[in-house]
């Protein structure tokens, strides 16, 4: 069945990098548009950046832009987030979800697949 797996997340400090995966097994991602979520503790799921399924277009929330990075690996079946000069405020749970249609999307609910999440905690 249609499966997605993060990985990568973790504790560092102000201002370290990380380096989020997210692994797609039972479907071709390449059909797939991407986007990257999260969750922090009594807040709702936020769009954090979203990638095209021909990597031809991406997006990013304002707070990111400039630190992060999106990319995609369809050859691997694999979409990265690429996190640096991390801040406090980006500690959350790190979601990845696949649609199958073309463009980006930035709401939740329009997702057909979810990864169970990795946590990202950074230290002042």
């Known amino acids: 069945q249609a499966q997605l797996v993060e990985s990568g997340g973790g504790l560092v400090q102000s201002g370290g990098s990380l380096r989020l995966s997210c692994e797609a097994s039972?479907?071709?991602?390449?059909?797939?548009?991407m986007g990257w979520f999260r969750q922090a503790p009594g807040k709702e799921r936020e769009v954090v950046s979203c990638?095209?399924?021909?990597?031809?277009?991406?997006y990013y929330r304002d707070s990111v832009k400039g630190r992060f990075t999106i990319s995609r690996d369809n050859t691997k079946n694999t979409v990265y987030l690429q996190m640096d000069s991390l801040e406090p405020e980006d500690t959350a749970i790190y979601y990845c979800?696949?649609?199958?249609?073309?463009?980006?999307?930035?709401?939740?609910?329009?997702?057909?697949?979810w990864g169970q999440g990795t946590q990202v905690t950074i230290s002042s």
């Open positions: 979800g696949a649609k199958k249609a073309l463009g980006v999307w930035v709401t939740a609910s329009f997702y057909d697949y």
């Open positions: 039972g479907f071709d991602l390449g059909a797939y548009s």
């Open positions: 990638i095209t399924s021909d990597s031809s277009n991406t």
